[in-house]
């Protein structure tokens, strides 16, 4: 039973004796071609909005984010891609801190938003949150009027001493969500009444009601229909012209449609960040590369 088979044993002397045979780097484990804390590409900017070095968070004791380096710059898009699971989530959670509410988080590195600590134990996050607002993936309409929805931070934050005041603070959001005329001659329906496109436009409107000076994204528009995700698009263009726009997307047409910059992740890594069209058509990284032509994602 524990003889050897002779025809095994003289394939294996011919495979040991037989000369090397080369292995492309796309077809070796991603964590070989990888080097901690480096990005190819063009990571930095003369005039960052946010300036984040070496940062790495932590789930318990495994690794989510690793040594990652990057700035963004005022009133850019960058756009966030890579596979399920590899950190864009939770790099983007970590810039308005949105990661304190997991007990089992940790971040750590240096993290800086017009020179301030993102991390200061004195900061106040609330008003960070009003300063870095956030779109989630999927709309989360309050349960109120489509009205209340948008002037629901502006009350809570001070932002109107008279009625005629959030009036305007309400429809210029909902104009600039390209809400207005849609919604106009029914401000006091119910925002769980409108569609999925509309209500994420509103929690857009919702977001934007506090005057942030950045918008983050978690896939908008994964939820969305063709027709409510061109629409969401479009915005996405119009409000870059007023505010920093970081947004995590799958659709790699998405992030070459909208994006200044595009930022590619891979098992917690930033890969590569470089102007969206050169990511899309000459990419520096090998693993980008892989990625964006179909290999593996």
């Not at 990005?39 to 984010?65: M, N």
């Not at 009205?147 to 009036?167: C, M, Q, T, W």
């Not at 509309?198 to 000076?213: D, N």
């Not at 058509?281 to 593996?296: A, C, D, Q």
Request: charge should be negative; hydrophobic fraction near 35%.
């Amino acid at each position: 039973m524990n003889s050897m088979n002779p025809s095994l044993s003289n394939e294996n002397v011919q495979r040991d004796t037989a000369e090397p045979v080369p292995v492309d780097a796309r077809e070796q484990p991603a964590e070989s071609v990888i080097e901690y804390g480096k990005t190819v590409g063009t990571p930095f900017s003369d005039k960052p909005k946010f300036s984040l070095r070496d940062v790495e968070v932590y789930y318990g004791d495994s690794p989510a984010i690793k040594g990652i380096s990057l700035d963004i710059a005022k009133n850019e898009v960058i756009a966030f891609i890579g596979p399920s699971g590899c950190g864009k989530s939770t790099f983007l959670r970590c810039l308005n801190r949105m990661n304190d509410s997991i007990d089992i988080c940790r971040v750590k590195g240096q993290l800086e938003l017009d020179g301030q600590d993102l991390y200061d134990p004195k900061r106040d996050v609330v008003e960070l949150r009003a300063r870095v607002g956030m779109v989630f993936q999927k709309p989360n309409p309050f349960p109120k009027s489509i009205y209340d929805n948008v002037a629901y931070g502006p009350r809570i934050h001070g932002l109107a001493n008279r009625k005629s005041e959030l009036d305007d603070i309400v429809e210029n959001s909902l104009r600039k969500a390209g809400l207005w005329n849609e919604v106009k001659d029914r401000l006091d329906a119910p925002a769980t009444g409108m569609s999925g496109g509309q209500q994420q436009r509103l929690c857009i409107a919702r977001t934007i009601a506090v005057s942030p000076e950045v918008v983050l994204m978690d896939e908008p528009c994964s939820a969305l229909d063709p027709i409510a995700t061109a629409r969401v698009e479009e915005l996405i263009a119009e409000l870059s012209e007023s505010y920093t726009i970081i947004i995590v997307t799958h659709s790699m047409q998405q992030a070459a449609r909208v994006s200044d910059r595009t930022a590619y992740f891979h098992l917690g890594h930033l890969v590569e960040v470089n102007e969206t069209n050169k990511v899309f058509t000459t990419p520096e990284h090998e693993l980008t590369e892989s990625y964006i032509t179909g290999r593996f994602g």
